[in-house]
């Protein structure tokens, strides 16, 4: 018998007898309600393989039906395109996150040496110089012989600088700064890098030559004056040239030479600002 008499059979409808021979006609409802239940359950092993398989595709295909909003992951290259335009449009959250997510979910991608490099770049322009620092040191780490690792210790150098502050912070971001650049100008000799890199150095070592005037004058006017001595005659041995380029010099040999007599005469005393309470 064919599949389709088969059918035709099943839907046909037949009688069955019940007890003293009294025939009953089947209600056809019955049989239709069964029908479509045997359709429900098709429909929803369909939905439970879907959803067991892994993937996305129950909201790709169920979204609007089932109200879940939530987007269908974006792949390497749409993410890596919207990062770098997020970029060039200033939305440096939005870059950050794009290139974190390529990072932390396509850790094998092609594109992932590329988002490692710009969320650094969306960091620093962000102004947030540690976390810029970290992700620059991070790259030149993972990628050492990368042909961009000069660019990135040049950027690496100007985090440590720009976290440097004012003059009258502490100045060990300056001279993690002057060494990163150091570096540069040693290894990466010739190239532009390394001539940036050469101006960047010189003005730390202005920075830090202020940075020890500034800390003498300090403890000149509290009195301590062999400390202060101290202070400008290591301005004088390492920043000399860099005193004289910023018009100091003749300051500090001032300086100096008030430091020595006070020293000579043996007043390392409080100042009168130092009993006021300053």
């Avoid at 939905?47 to 398989?53: A, K």
């Avoid at 540069?184 to 070592?205: D, F, H, L, M």
């Amino acid at each position: 018998m064919s599949y389709n008499n088969e059918v035709f059979k099943l839907a046909k409808p037949s009688r069955k007898y019940i007890g003293g021979g009294k025939s009953i006609r089947p209600n056809v409802m019955i049989y239709s309600s069964v029908v479509k239940l045997m359709g429900l359950i098709v429909v929803l092993m369909f939905l439970l393989i879907l959803s067991g398989c892994g993937t996305n595709l129950m909201e790709f295909y169920f979204e609007d039906l089932f109200g879940s909003g939530k987007e269908i992951e974006s792949t390497p290259e749409h993410l890596v395109w919207n990062g770098l335009q997020a970029i060039q449009d200033k939305d440096y959250g939005d870059a950050q996150k794009a290139f974190r997510k390529i990072i932390e979910q396509y850790p094998y991608s092609k594109y992932v040496v590329l988002a490692e490099l710009k969320l650094a770049d969306a960091y620093f322009l962000d102004e947030k110089y540690s976390e810029a620092a970290v992700a620059y040191e991070q790259f030149a780490r993972l990628h050492p012989s990368h042909p961009v690792v000069p660019y990135v210790l040049y950027q690496l150098g100007l985090c440590y600088f720009e976290m440097s502050g004012s003059i009258d912070r502490d100045h060990e971001q300056l001279l993690k700064a002057l060494g990163v650049f150091n570096r540069i100008s040693q290894v990466y000799p010739g190239t532009i890098w390394a001539e940036k890199a050469k101006q960047k150095a010189q003005e730390c070592r202005h920075r830090l030559a202020q940075y020890e005037l500034y800390v003498a004058k300090f403890y000149m006017r509290r009195g301590k004056y062999l400390a202060a001595k101290k202070r400008l005659e290591r301005a004088l041995s390492e920043y000399l040239a860099e005193l004289n380029s910023i018009g100091k010099l003749n300051e500090v040999e001032k300086l100096l030479r008030k430091c020595n007599k006070e020293v000579e005469k043996g007043v390392n005393r409080p100042s009168v600002w130092s009993k006021l309470g300053f």
